[in-house]
């Protein structure tokens, strides 16, 4: 079937049907390889209450605006809704409803609590979708049917599995007037996961109403059957009032929940909606282990990452103290001025701080330097700043450490700070926490001392070390007192960072105050707190078109986190219209002035847009700053001749960036090159080494190598009990080499006994990935009788899945299935498919139906062209009947010499009949 330019097949491509709908994998025909997931929803749900399909038709448009544009890793993504017309039974013309939406091919969170998940996989699942339902909740959107049939894996670009909810905003909608019994009776969801205001609204309901409060409920009844593999309420109970009962009125069992984790679940689970936590957010940071006073209150949401850096960390750059340095390090002060003497250098100093807090950043960085040449230490230390931070110039971490050590050699102390940030950071450096303490002893003293006479710059850095503990107790009350000094003197940092200090605490007017007083000062990143603030109405009605106003002012003054941000909002259609031309300038912005992400994100639209001279400019430019994602992407460009010849060589050297960075899919890529040899050399010790650095990122790929060196023998002792260890975890990661692989060892007695019904489980689900050696061993298993209740025509759909993807020897089993069962016009087609790619088998089989008339007319010419390409290719059984041929004269010339010599080809082939022909007839 065709909507649009998906298209698909109403039968194979079923993932899923409800009471109200069914769900289909369809191919974009627009794109090559890639699917969506189509929602058909059925006709009961398609009318509207009164019975006008066009009633509901206007409904369900309203309740996907709402939802159009929505945006969050963990969320599927709804591309549109369309309408489907197909004729009922009294051949009218009914519309039903297509809502389309990405396609996530990985299983759900219900499958994966069934094959258990350790500890840490389960938090980080819950911790996901958690953050998906709280952005849902910025939103204005509650889920209200939180449960894990609605959480769906995925697979990002790396390989790693994404948590993503689906069934938010429409589905509720369209159901608003059913009762929950009703629901439940007609096959929507379960109310194992419902709160007790959804069965009793006034009794237990935030303000006697439906709440976000009723999805956090939901999280930790999730929470609580990922822990335990059970239902805290009715787990082994269907009946609709039992379970009711059970909600509202008995405790949980919290006797096999993690002791860390049992109040976390029990402050979910209140009966009353007013005594659960206030905001999801709080249960992220409670399952974190998180004080709801110490989160990472400087990071506003953003990501900050630029590209100038050399780390040599092998472990991935955290975002968050990246974001961290840009809202609070920058600064200036006017403390100081007693180490110079000079009028010149107080006069630049000065002149240029002026220019810096007001937002002119390009002036006050050409005041610095100029009064740098003058050996000013101070001019020095906000130099550093500047370049760390792109402010005035390029970000450069190699010139901001050149300015620290000129700054030290001034005698100015502070630069010690520079240090110790640049270590916690990795700014330049390999990032060394133990390092940076060391730098922030040294630099307390004479921070705390200048803060005491004044200084703006010290009183803020004071503020980001009481804040975090470096070097000195935590202390949130005395951070802020720091700040409001400095923010009191017009320090734009400490503005910015008070503005942060009370979102978090919820004082959003205050809050709001502090973002406008930074605006003032031309401080753009607050024009971007307040778009933030506009966007999600926090502290003042929510207005997205001033939010993106605001967010467009800020990138427009090179504001590049804003710049970023509009380039993720045009191409994903956030706040605004998708427009791909736009979104690509403002990544361009943002990415000329080294900003990693987007500099990846280029890089990703244009391999994605198959423009791949135009991805590896993007991606060359953060890999040759040893971004571990680019560098991969750039190794595959060369790998794959993308654009450019193919180049092993080059590829090897950009996948051993990323792998020494610790990317795992590179380590396997650099094991894979080891191992056949693609550089011209085969290093097996080599290769292993990196499959296990992969394997110990838990990377799939790398655990299917080696278990299939242990397999073979290759570099290691064959060891068939190891190779199965590994098999096993790549296909519990879903890996359909994993999955076949073990189907073999069962098929065949390898490492335990002969076990049809479970080498029956693993090709399935091999197969369902569309493997074509586990589909056609699928149909091979059934095909044999080994598998007791299978039909043997039950064969034939799984051959015919190989046979769709082109397999001849799969293309002559169905042919020969249809033979067998005289569906001889469709077994011809199949048998001239494998034909048509030499297969034997089916070759004579064409011979014999033409010679027999069965499906195409008698043709005895066709009947001998046929078993002679068969015979040619060293059919045993088109042998003898090819000497037939010649014995009888069918389609050819009678000639019993060359008929002997086939007879005897077939004899010496094993073909019994054959051997026996010729000692009767010679």
Known sequence: ??????????????????GFAEVFKAKDLNAEGRYVALKIYKEAVSRGTSG???????????EFSKIDGLSHTHLITYYGLEYITHKDAMGRNVSYPVLIMEYAGEG???????????????????????????YLHKQGIIHRDLKPGNVLFSKDRKGNKVSKVTDFGISQDILSDKTIQQSMTEGVGTPHYMAPEQFFKKKFGLNGEISERTDIWALGIMFYKILTGKLPFGHDKKDYELIRDGIVGEEPNYSEVPERFKNCIKTCLQKNASDRYTSVSDFIRDVNGESNESGTVFMGGNET???????KSKKKKKVWPIVLATVLVLGAGYGGYAFFKASKIKSLLADAWESYKTGNHEKAYDLYQEAAEYDSGEANYFLTTMSNYGYGTEVDYIKAREYTNKSMESGFDMANFQHAWAYQNGFGVEKDTAKALEYFKEVLDEVKKRSQKGDPEAQNVFGLMEWNGYAVDKDHVKAEEHYKKAADQNHPAAIENLAILYSMQKKYEDAFKMYEKGKELNRYSCYRGLAEMYRSGRGIAKDTVKAFELYTSAA??????????LGKFYYNGILTEKDRLRAVQWYTKAAERGYLNAQNELGIIFYDEKKYVEARKWFQMAADRENAFAAYNLGLIHSQGLGTPKNIAEAKKWF????????????????????????????????IRWYELADGQNNVSAQYALGRLFYDGKGKTKNRKTAKEYFIKAANQNSYLGQ????????????????????????????NQGYLNAQKALGRLIYNGKISGQKKIVARTWYKKAADQGDAEAQYMVGLIDYNDKYYNLAKRWFTKAADQNNANAQNYLGVMYELGRGPSINLKTAFSYYTQAANNGNSLA??????????????STNKVIAKTWFNKSCTAGYQSACNFVKKNY
């Open 879 to 892: 042998m003898y009947n090819l000497g037939l041929c010649y014995y009888y004269g069918k389609g050819v």
């Open 556 to 565: 427009e003054n090179n504001d590049v986190v804003s710049q970023y941000s």
């Open 740 to 767: 076949y692989m073990l189907g073999v060892m069962s098929e065949n007695g390898i490492e335990g006994p002969v076990d049809y019904k479970d080498a029956e489980k693993w090709y399935r689900l091999s197969a």
């Open 52 to 62: 006008s399909t066009g009633q509901k038709k206007y409904s369900l448009e309203q």
């Open 656 to 687: 051993l960036v990323s792998a020494n960075k610790g990317y795992s899919q590179a380590q396997y890529k650099m094991g894979d090159i080891l191992e056949h040899g693609d550089d011209g050399k085969v290093d097996l010790e080599g290769a």
């Open 1 to 18: 079937m065709k909507l649009s330019h998906y298209e698909w097949d109403p039968e194979k491509d079923l993932i899923a049907e409800g």
């Open 108 to 134: 759900t969170l219900g499958q994966a609590i069934q094959r258990k998940l350790s500890l840490d996989e389960g938090k980080n699942i819950i911790v996901e979708v958690a953050q998906a339902v709280d």
């Open 305 to 311: 990452q630029f590209s100038k850096a050399e780390p």
